[in-house]
């Protein structure tokens, strides 16, 4: 399994940005599926973004969509998070998560492989 670490958490006031990288170990990173979930305090956690291998399609939650930006530079191991216009309703533990399925993933039990978090607040 691939290994994935998060970072670019942090606090931001309502409508700043932020971005978050999710860094990938080992040789097989362009063979994954990725997405972003996010999990809020008392909440379960929920997809926020999907990107196939090559990155040239994407998919987001009606929540996240025209606000965020999911990407990847496969010969960096990397995907990506632009959070713009971010809300105080955005404020989660963020997740990066790697999948084998064919097609995209949304589901939680679709990704085999987590990252272990990253904190975003966005304060009013």
């Known amino acids: 399994q691939v290994q994935l670490v998060e970072s670019g958490g942090g606090l931001v006031q309502a409508g700043g940005s932020l971005r978050l990288s999710c860094a990938a170990s080992g040789r097989t990173f362009s063979s994954y599926v990725m997405g972003w979930f996010r999990q809020a305090p008392g909440k379960e956690r929920e997809f926020v973004a999907t990107?196939?291998?090559?990155?040239?399609?994407?998919y987001y939650a009606d929540s996240v969509k025209g606000r965020f930006t999911i990407s990847r530079d496969n010969a960096k191991n990397t995907v990506y998070l632009q959070m713009n216009s971010l809300k105080p309703e955005d404020t989660a533990v963020f997740y990066c998560?790697?999948?084998?399925?064919?097609?995209?993933?949304?589901?939680?039990?679709?990704?085999?492989?987590w990252g272990q978090g990253t904190q975003v607040t966005v304060s009013s």
């Open positions: 990107i196939n291998r090559s990155g040239g399609s994407t």
């Open positions: 998560a790697a999948s084998r399925v064919v097609g995209f993933a949304t589901a939680p039990t679709d990704f085999a492989s």
